[in-house]
């Protein structure tokens, strides 16, 4: 059965780096999504994407975030300058709106900023 | 505005039947949705109903969708160890993007 994939599954990191987290949705999916987890609490919208452009993006998704579909498989989420607050679980989804609009979830990256 | 809510904890004996339930507040939601999330594990769609269906039936899972309350359950009959997760509730709204409960855990007791 066709899945989302997250690398790396956990990525420590110092305050202040740049990390980029990456997805590879469902093949024929259009539709993809960045939603992330601080521990204990609900899982947040980020953004969405689609037909190469963010479609929206939540009060969460400043200017430090960004997205990139860099080739047709790659789904990307960089952070520019980490902050502690950053720290959480990262899931990236995707969606095939013709096929029943399942959203499907990665297995999620667990960041950790120090 | 998106706001979903639902209990936090629910305990269970084995093979009872568990009834978790949600509250929704937006009423142009399309779809709403259970997933499943075991401990350090990512989010496993369970099931999802359209929001012109008031009951979804699969296998052990029945979704009960009341649009006038805007209130949302998840049985699970025979409930298993294995069920012991945390159930989150979801509502897709505009784009697809999905608006979160806070989560139910759920614990089965043997």
């Known amino acids: 059965e066709p899945e989302v994939t997250q690398t790396p599954s956990h990525q420590v990191t110092q305050m202040g780096q740049e990390v980029i987290l990456r997805c590879v949705p469902i093949?024929?999916?259009?539709?993809f999504y960045w939603y992330r987890q601080i521990l204990g609490q609900k899982v947040e919208f980020l953004v969405s994407?689609?037909?190469?452009?963010?479609?929206?993006k939540s009060e969460i998704f400043d200017d430090q975030f960004s997205v990139e579909r860099p080739d047709g498989s790659n789904f990307t989420l960089k952070i520019r300058s980490t902050k502690l607050e950053d720290s959480a679980m990262y899931f990236c989804?995707?969606?095939?709106?013709?096929?029943?609009?399942?959203?499907?979830f990665g297995p999620g990256t667990r960041l950790t900023v120090l | 505005g998106e706001d979903v809510e639902q209990s936090l904890f629910l305990s269970v004996r084995e093979g009872d039947s568990s009834v978790i339930n949600c509250t929704y507040t937006?009423?142009?939601?399309?779809?709403l949705y259970w997933y499943k999330q075991e401990p350090g594990a990512g989010l496993q769609l369970l099931t999802y109903?359209?929001?012109?269906?008031d009951m979804k039936q699969d296998q052990r899972l029945t979704v009960l969708l009341n649009k006038k309350d805007k209130h949302l359950s998840l049985r699970i009959a025979d409930t298993q160890t294995g069920d012991s997760a945390i159930y989150f509730c979801?509502?897709?709204?505009?784009?697809?993007?999905?608006?979160f409960g806070a989560g139910t855990t759920v614990t089965v007791r043997a």
């Open positions: 989804a995707s969606l095939d709106r013709g096929g029943g609009n399942e959203q499907f």
């Open positions: 093949s024929n999916h259009l539709y």
């Open positions: 994407f689609y037909n190469n452009e963010i479609s929206e």
């Open positions: 937006d009423s142009s939601s399309t779809y």
């Open positions: 109903i359209f929001s012109n269906m």
């Open positions: 979801a509502e897709s709204i505009s784009d697809y993007k999905l608006s």
